[in-house]
């Protein structure tokens, strides 16, 4: 997949904030990479928004799920849509529940999101891995919870959230042994943590 300039500058930016991910992409099958990172990008853009004050926050939520609407129709504006677009995604759940980030504490809301994002990641990477638990787990990690660890998900799901989740345990980057075995154990266990 070879992505516009503008996709791919973000696509650098989320790497940028997890420079673990270049040793960490080599547990991701070769295939799957550019489109894990494209997705991954797409996923770090939705999930900013719980960050944001109330006002942006609400506003950024209402383009978001306005571009995502227009994504099912074939049609996009922001560049990480390039990829996928053509494809055959829930758009409009993943739209309806995109809310849930403004309230974390609506953990049935929470799990409602992880469900449409591991359908979604279901089909981008054509396997049937259930991802939900992970899903949830990696959103609530985003949130700021250190929830317990997840099973389950696509194999590059697998490898971020183990990136995530061991970043989220240490106070200073990832070294490389470190960054190596963690990703690794996560791509080969499959559907353990």
């Known amino acids: 997949m070879s992505e516009s300039p503008e996709a791919q500058s973000f696509i ?68 990480l849509g390039q990829g996928l677009v053509g494809k055959a995604l829930p758009w409009d759940a993943l739209a309806d529940e995109l809310p849930a980030l403004l309230n974390p504490a609506d953990d049935v809301a929470l799990q409602r999101l992880a469900a449409v994002l591991a359908d979604i990641e279901q089909i981008l990477f054509a396997e049937s891995a259930e991802g939900r638990a992970r899903l949830h787990h990696d959103l609530l990690l985003i949130l700021g919870q250190m929830p317990p660890p997840a099973s389950g998900g696509t194999r590059p799901r697998r490898v971020l959230s183990a990136l995530a989740r061991a970043r989220q345990q240490r106070s200073s980057p990832l070294s490389a042994w470190q960054t190596l075995r963690c990703t690794w154990q996560a791509a080969r266990a499959g559907n353990t943590p």
């Open 12 to 79: 650098e930016a989320w790497q940028r904030s997890l420079p673990e991910w270049r040793i960490a992409r080599v547990f991701v099958p070769e295939p799957q990479r550019a489109l894990a990172e494209q997705w991954f990008a797409l996923f770090a853009a939705l999930t900013e928004i719980a960050a944001l004050e109330p006002v942006p926050a609400a506003a950024k939520l209402a383009w978001w799920q306005e571009e995502l609407r227009t994504w099912r129709k074939g049609a996009r504006r922001h560049p």
